[in-house]
Structures are given as structure tokens and as C-alpha cells.
């Protein structure tokens, strides 16, 4: 496959200026460039500038609201809600972290809902930087419905993902993300594109029979990972996400998207949790790293995130790569 190469401010700079020409505003360009160069920083690159066309089609066919104003607003003393004005997620997200954060140090725990948004991506960022801040985070969203639910064949859930990150001190978080799907979406459209194939365990065609042809599981239902245990969690997510926060359900999403195929409108719960207010303020950093230890003791092991700070010190010096066809496709739209 022929490639492109581009720094990281290159990359920047292109998603600005496309998001700019599409009709966001620079606040709202700004934070979902910044958004999506970060992913590609780490090299998650089915959240990176893979997504450009798809946002800016979004903001152009009037679907998504590029001059986005999110609202902030508080429930309960340990409950607060952004509302993302229709905008893309990035700018709500933004506004609503240092809130969080402060509502989680003043009661110990704290949740955001962020309502009414565009494309909840990848969870990472979003705990990482609540864990920077020396949180304990939870994330979840829903998007369409991909994936069936334990036993069935018809697409009812998202690939719902779920984050978790833990502060450490002076290093990066711990933190895992993971959609609750044997496959994020985002990696089966990648093979399909890339012409590769996908374990038998991603999903089940049309027929409800397992494929490992990317465009079958497409155009099926998208499996959970551990069978009925990442259905469950799938199921968890649709209600924290969707229910609890008075936001839509992945199926509810789809019929809202009314065939336009943009990106899914819905919303995040998010959960932050204040470590110098529970059982061990003085010794859970170290109980935490007694506990990476005895993982890293074990050979094969790695600590979930570690691939991505690596990637991230790699790409700042040299850069990333993009396919060049997805580069052209980038190029015609400014
Ligand atoms: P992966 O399966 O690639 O990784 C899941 C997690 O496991 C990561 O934190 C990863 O860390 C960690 N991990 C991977 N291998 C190991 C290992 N050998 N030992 C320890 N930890 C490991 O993620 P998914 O494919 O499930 O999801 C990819 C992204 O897509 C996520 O960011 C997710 O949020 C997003 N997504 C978004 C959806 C949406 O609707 N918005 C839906 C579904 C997924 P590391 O990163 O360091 O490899």
C-alpha cells in the first residue's frame, strides 16, 4: 500500500484546514484536530485523520453543528452534564474535564454526562488526562448498533466502549480501552479497506455464520468479545450511556441518523473517582505499582498502554504515516 508521511503539525494543519473549509469554526476545528492528531500520535490510527471525511461531510450536509457551543450544568453537587450543542464531541469534552475534576476533589466521586454530541471516539484521552490529574476515571459510550447481542444475530448494541485509568506518579497513567466487541468497527473497516481478513471470532455475515471476510461481519452483526460476557458489558454501557444520561441508545442513534450515514450522535458517562479521599490516600500510588511490578515480573506481560506511549515518543520525533489514497480523498475535500 503506498503511504504518505506527515508530521504531526502537517496532520494538524490538513484536518484544520478541512474541517475550516467544511464549516466549523476555529474553536471547534481546534479541538477535533487536536483530537484526532492525538490519536494518530499514539497510533490509533482508526480514530486519526481516517475520520476527516466522515466529520467534515457531517458539518457540510448541516447534520453536525460546526460553531458549537456546549453548555455546562450542574444536577446534583456530584453531577454535572455538558451538552454538546450537536457539535462533535472534542469541545464538550474539554469543557467538561476541569469541571469533573474539581467536582470529583470537592465530593470524592463525581460524574459527567456529555449529551447531545457527535462521535464519541476512543476513551483514552478523556481518562487519561482526568488520571494525569491524579483521578481514578471510568469512560463509556454507545454509537449504531454493530453488534448482536449474546445468542442473536441482528445488530442491537454498539461496540460500546469502556475506559479505565489510574494515576501513577511521575509517569504516564495506566490505562486500558477497549470496545466491548471482539473488533472495534473502526479496525474491520480498516481491513476491509486494506484488503486484509479478521479472526472468525469479529462477527457473523447476513447468513448469521461466521466469516472472517471483513465486508460480511460489515454488513452482519459484529460479535462480543468473550461471548455473552462482552455482550453483557455491552448492555451495561447502552444504559449507562444512553438511558441513564437521557441520551439515545445505539439503535435509537441509527434512526435518528435517518440514512444520512455521519458519524453517531449520542453521549458519554464518565466517572472520577478521587483517591486522597478513599481507604488509602497515603499508600495507593504505591499498592498500584506493587502491583505492575509483580505483572511486569511475569514474561510475555506488558501494562495496557504502554504500545501507545511508546508510539507517542516515536511519531513526535518522526512523524506518521497515512495511506495515500485516504490522503487524496483528504485533499479533495478542501
Ligand atoms: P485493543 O484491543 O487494541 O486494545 C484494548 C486495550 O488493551 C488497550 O488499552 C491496549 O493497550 C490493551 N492491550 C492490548 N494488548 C495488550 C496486551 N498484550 N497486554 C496488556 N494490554 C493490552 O482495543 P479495541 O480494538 O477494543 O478498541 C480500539 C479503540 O477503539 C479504543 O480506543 C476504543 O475506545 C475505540 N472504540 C470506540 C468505539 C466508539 O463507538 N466510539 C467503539 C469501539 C471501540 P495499548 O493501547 O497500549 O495497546
Not at 67 to 93: H, T, Y
Not at 108 to 117: D, P, R, W
Not at 148 to 153: D, I, L, R, T
Request: proline share 7%; charged share 20%; with cysteine.
Amino acid at each position: 500500500m503506498e503511504l504518505v508521511h506527515l508530521t504531526l503539525e502537517q496532520g494538524h494543519e490538513l484536518a484544520m484546514r478541512c474541517l475550516l473549509v467544511s464549516g466549523c469554526d476555529r474553536e471547534n476545528a481546534t479541538a477535533v484536530a487536536q483530537r484526532m492528531i492525538q490519536a494518530e500520535g499514539d497510533k490509533c490510527h482508526s480514530h486519526g485523520l481516517f475520520r476527516l471525511p466522515w466529520y467534515c461531510h457531517a458539518v457540510k450536509s448541516g447534520r453536525a453543528n460546526g460553531k458549537a457551543r456546549p453548555r455546562i450544568e450542574q444536577l446534583a453537587p456530584a453531577v454535572i452534564r455538558v451538552d454538546g450543542d450537536n457539535g462533535f464531541a472534542p469541545l464538550g469534552q474539554t469543557l467538561g474535564h476541569p469541571a469533573l475534576v474539581a467536582c470529583a476533589r470537592q465530593n470524592g466521586i463525581a460524574s459527567l454526562a456529555l449529551v447531545n454530541m457527535f462521535h464519541i471516539a476512543a476513551m483514552w484521552p478523556e481518562v487519561e488526562a482526568l488520571a494525569i490529574d491524579g483521578l481514578c476515571a471510568f469512560a463509556f459510550t454507545a454509537s449504531y448498533p454493530y453488534m448482536a447481542p449474546a445468542g442473536g444475530k441482528t445488530p442491537l448494541y454498539g461496540t460500546n466502549p469502556m475506559g479505565f485509568a489510574w494515576p501513577r506518579q511521575d509517569q504516564p497513567p495506566l490505562v486500558f480501552d477497549q470496545a466491548s466487541s471482539a473488533m472495534a468497527r473502526g479496525e474491520i473497516e480498516i481491513c476491509a479497506r486494506d484488503g486484509r481478513s479478521v479472526p472468525e471470532t469479529a462477527g457473523v455475515g447476513p447468513d448469521g455464520k461466521p466469516t472472517t471476510e471483513p465486508n460480511e461481519v460489515l454488513a452482519g452483526a459484529q460479535l462480543g468479545f468473550g461471548g455473552y460476557k462482552g455482550a453483557s458489558l455491552a448492555l451495561m454501557i447502552e444504559l449507562l450511556a444512553g438511558a441513564l444520561i437521557g441520551d439515545f441508545l445505539s439503535f435509537e442513534s441509527l434512526a435518528d441518523d435517518a440514512g444520512m450515514a455521519g458519524p453517531p450522535k449520542g453521549g458519554e458517562f464518565m466517572i472520577a473517582i478521587d483517591p486522597a479521599k478513599h481507604g488509602d490516600p497515603h499508600g495507593f500510588l504505591q499498592r498500584g505499582e506493587r502491583l505492575f511490578s509483580a505483572i511486569l515480573a511475569q514474561q510475555g506481560t506488558r501494562l495496557p498502554s504502554s504500545r501507545r506511549f511508546t508510539n507517542r515518543v516515536v511519531t513526535a520525533q518522526h512523524g506518521f504515516h497515512i495511506p495515500q489514497r485516504l490522503y487524496q480523498q483528504i485533499m479533495a475535500l478542501q
